[in-house]
Structure formats: structure tokens, C-alpha cells
């Protein structure tokens, strides 16, 4: 029996010592490979030592926020930020993307203030982002008479390296930080909402979540989510594994998941891959909670949630945000809006097939807690669109008109476009007079621009915007001078839930 036991504990240290080899020469393999990568610039090598954190920032109010945030732009104005000749970069100072340059610079926090506010939401944008990304939804909100608050996250409107030394803690921090700003405009009665767009919309979901087990924190009275990223792929895990080697000079670029040119005035390209794992660890976390708070009754407390999401996402997992959250929900007060493949495009017969049977796999699922609401074609010969909303524990309203067509040539919608409307002056699909980054659709030759022409590919506004803007209002109205939340039915049939 001991020389069974011996041999099998040989056997499983020989496992365990070929599979740490085996990684441990994939790491060095990409590690080498990545030094193929472009060479890095100042603004992927810079540090700033004023940004927010939670080591320091801890209890600030909104005033030291912007305080902070002052000093760090202060930084990246006298440490990065050149006069770089013709280069097109966002940190040369006579470049057409230079937003230091612009009227105002929406990388930075902002609050936009109807007259006669009813209630304030807090709404917070994604990762390598800048709250200029929820900047169309955050003027829906002051049209409808909503205080808003929009918070810079630390590490982001700056330089890519922003990102290296942030943590997930850090941009928890900096929420709080705003939802008591938020109250404090709005006084102790009214309405206090929160919203947030890819990673941003997993913060908004971990405070919820957190208030639910903390007295010290506020639930909110509501909450909207835009490609919200509750499900990340598990290689984001991997994402850390870089440390062992990125400190050592020769293999500095293996920090990076991808070093591009920096033309976009509102979001890095360039990637390092500890803010992936950052957000992953958030996702992570987001899951065990709701499971917790589920399992314990705590999530009967949970607000109503409106989702806005796109079937086809190649950066959160669509199916993870209903195992993960809206499968957990026990209250039906909220709705998933998905947005689904074109069936009708000439691109259709090039579709992957995964598409369409995960949607299969969706609408098959029962819904008893929330509203799942698919914005598709109505008919597969035809560009026009249409919503088919089913309620929680049965009944749907059929085919709902929207009046809205696929524009020509787009196949699907994308993580990156949902928060952005049509009419976008930078991500938008342009009016003929001057291009967007939107709107650009590059033809030649492969290997010959600097950027990837996956870069152009991705749709990067919503062509149905106007649809996600009724949707917010009606889903708002109900909280507006204490008035009741409507039943769905009633809802439904003024033109969707």
C-alpha cells in the first residue's frame, strides 16, 4: 500500500511539475513574442503620482475629488503632452485629437444640472474609457429632469500607463465618492439612481450589491446597465501572470495586451493587461455576491434593473450576465434588452451560427423575475426592426414596430456601441462633411496601416439609440414625483415595457 501511495504521489508531482513547465515556456514564448510589439511611448511608460486612490482618497468628498483629479491632469500636462510635429496622437498638442484642446474635455469628471432636479443618478463609464462614453446617456437623464454626476475612474483620461498601478478597489472608491455627492444635491427624499457602461456597469452593480449588506450605504432607487461586464472570459485570470516577467527591462512590453497608436481623444488603444485582470477579479466577485446575497434572501432588496446589451460582444460574456445576475433576481421589476444579430444582411450567410443558437438558448430560458425584451428583424428578408418583449412568468406583447432600419452593411451591434448615438461626433456615422472614427471603412492592402483594421471594423455607434433613449424614460417616469411603478402590461402597450 505505501509503494501504491509513493508512486501515486510521484505520478502527481510529475503532473504538476510538466504542467508548471509547460506554462511557464508558453509565458516565455509571449513574452518573447511580444517584444514584436511597436515600440512604447511616453504615455504608455509614464507615472502620475496624483490620481486617486483608495489608500488616500478613503471618506473624500466630491470637492477633494476634483482636487485630485486637477493635480493628475496637471501631470499629464507637463509629463507626456508635446507638440509632436504631425504626429496625430491625442498627446500632441496641435493634433485634430488632442482634447486638452477642445471646449471641454470630456475625459474629465462632469455633472450636468436640469433646473429643477427631481432626482440624480450617478453614472459611471467602462474600462480604458472616459465618462465622455456616457455622455449621451447622462443628457437623457438632465432632459428628464435628473442631476447627474459623472465620475472620472482613476487611471482613465489620461494615458494608457494610468492603468498599471489602478485597482478595482480604487474605482469602487471613487463611486461612493460620487453617490454622496449625488445626495448631497439632491437632499434625503428624492430618487438616487446609478448607471454604467462595460465595466463601469459592474461597479454600479457591486455597490448595489454591497448596500444590500452595508446599512453605511445607500441602495439606489434604480439601476441601468449599457454591455454591462458581469462575464469575462477566463484568460483574463491569466492576465496577472505577466508580472513574473514584465518587471524585467528586456520583457517590459509583455505588461501589454496590446501597444496601438493613441489617436482616439476618449479611449486608450493600448492595453495593459492588468486592468483586464482587474476587471475580471470584479466580475468574480460580482458573481460569488449575487449568489450569496440569493441564497441568504438579501437579494429581495435588489432595485430594478434595466440592461441594455448586445447578443454578439466580443469583450463580456451575454450569457453570463443572466446566469450571473439576472437569473439570481427574485423581484420582477426588471429587464434585459437584448439586441440581436441582423438576419437580413447580405453578410447573413457569413454569420457563425453561435449567434443565433445562443439566442435560442436565452429566449428558451424561463424568466419568472425579470422582462426579456429581443430587438431583431421582423422578418429575416427584412431590414426592419422590431421588439418582442416577454414578462416575467409569461406573456409577451408580440412584434412592437420600432421604426428603425439596419443601416446597410452592419451584421450585428457591438460592446462598443450601445452607449453611442447615431449622430456621435466621434463615434458616430458622420453626415458626408468630415469622417468620425465611426464612420471610417478603410480598403487595401493588409499590413499597411499602424492600427488593426479590426480598429475600423467594430461598429461603434447604436442605430437604434433613439429605441434604448424611450426606454430609459419609461422606465424612469414611474420614480418621478412618487408616482408608482406601472405593471408591465399597461406599460407594453404604450409602446414597450
Request: hydrophobic share 40%; net charge negative.
Amino acid at each position: 500500500m505505501r509503494k501504491f501511495v509513493f508512486g501515486l504521489f510521484r505520478l502527481i508531482t510529475r503532473l504538476i511539475f510538466g504542467a508548471l513547465v509547460i506554462v511557464l515556456t508558453i509565458m516565455l514564448i509571449r513574452a518573447f513574442d511580444a517584444r514584436r510589439q511597436p515600440d512604447l511611448e511616453p504615455w504608455h511608460t509614464a507615472r502620475f503620482e496624483n490620481d486617486f486612490r483608495v489608500s488616500n482618497g478613503a471618506g473624500a468628498d466630491w470637492q477633494q475629488f476634483l482636487r485630485v483629479e486637477d493635480l493628475v491632469f496637471e501631470e499629464l500636462e507637463t509629463g507626456v503632452v508635446r507638440d509632436r510635429g504631425d504626429d496625430p496622437s491625442r498627446y500632441n498638442s496641435r493634433s485634430r485629437f488632442y482634447p486638452g484642446g477642445f471646449e471641454q474635455n470630456w475625459n474629465r469628471s462632469f455633472e450636468l444640472a436640469p433646473a429643477d432636479p427631481w432626482a440624480a443618478i450617478v453614472l459611471v463609464h467602462g474600462l480604458t474609457d472616459s465618462p465622455y462614453s456616457v455622455r449621451a446617456a447622462a443628457e437623457i437623464f438632465r432632459d428628464l429632469g435628473v442631476y447627474v454626476v459623472a465620475p472620472r475612474m482613476p487611471g482613465h483620461g489620461l494615458a494608457p500607463a494610468a492603468l498599471i498601478e489602478i485597482t478595482r478597489h480604487d474605482w469602487m472608491e471613487a463611486v461612493r465618492v460620487a453617490i454622496r455627492h449625488a445626495r448631497s444635491v439632491i437632499g434625503p427624499d428624492a430618487p438616487l439612481l446609478v448607471g454604467g457602461y462595460s465595466n463601469g456597469g459592474a461597479l454600479v452593480t457591486k455597490y448595489t450589491l454591497d448596500s444590500l449588506e452595508d446599512d453605511a450605504l445607500e441602495t439606489p432607487d434604480q439601476v441601468y446597465l449599457f454591455s454591462p461586464a458581469i462575464g469575462i472570459t477566463a484568460f483574463a485570470r491569466l492576465a496577472s501572470w505577466h508580472m513574473l516577467l514584465a518587471s524585467v527591462p528586456y520583457f517590459e512590453k509583455f505588461r501589454w495586451e496590446s501597444i496601438l497608436p493613441e489617436f482616439d481623444p476618449y479611449k486608450y488603444n493600448s492595453f495593459p493587461k492588468i486592468a483586464g485582470h482587474e476587471s475580471w477579479m470584479l466580475a468574480g466577485e460580482i458573481r460569488q455576491q449575487a449568489e450569496r446575497l440569493q441564497g441568504n434572501g438579501a437579494l429581495n432588496g435588489m432595485p430594478p434593473i434595466l440592461c441594455f446589451q448586445s447578443l454578439a460582444d466580443a469583450t463580456v460574456l451575454t450569457e453570463a450576465i443572466v446566469t450571473h445576475l439576472f437569473d439570481r433576481l427574485t423581484v420582477p421589476n426588471s429587464e434585459l434588452v437584448l439586441f440581436d444579430v441582423n438576419r437580413s444582411d447580405r453578410l447573413g450567410e457569413f454569420l457563425s451560427p453561435a449567434y443565433p443558437a445562443m439566442l435560442d438558448r436565452l429566449i428558451s430560458k424561463s424568466t419568472e423575475v425579470y422582462a426579456l425584451t429581443v430587438v431583431s428583424n421582423a422578418q429575416v428578408e427584412s431590414g426592419e426592426v422590431v421588439a418582442r418583449t416577454r414578462f416575467p412568468g409569461g406573456g409577451d406583447t408580440g412584434d412592437q414596430p420600432l421604426g428603425h432600419h439596419w443601416p446597410p452593411q452592419i451584421y450585428s451591434m457591438s460592446h462598443v456601441a450601445i452607449p453611442f448615438p447615431q449622430d456621435d461626433p466621434w463615434y458616430g456615422a458622420g453626415d458626408g462633411t468630415r469622417p468620425t472614427l465611426g464612420n471610417i471603412n478603410p480598403k487595401g492592402e493588409k499590413r499597411v496601416l499602424r492600427v488593426p483594421l479590426g480598429q475600423f471594423a467594430r461598429l461603434r455607434y447604436n442605430p437604434f439609440f433613439p429605441y434604448i433613449k424611450a426606454r430609459i424614460e419609461s422606465f424612469a417616469a414611474p420614480l418621478n414625483r412618487g408616482a408608482t411603478l406601472p405593471n408591465p402590461s399597461a406599460s407594453a402597450a404604450s409602446g414597450g415595457l
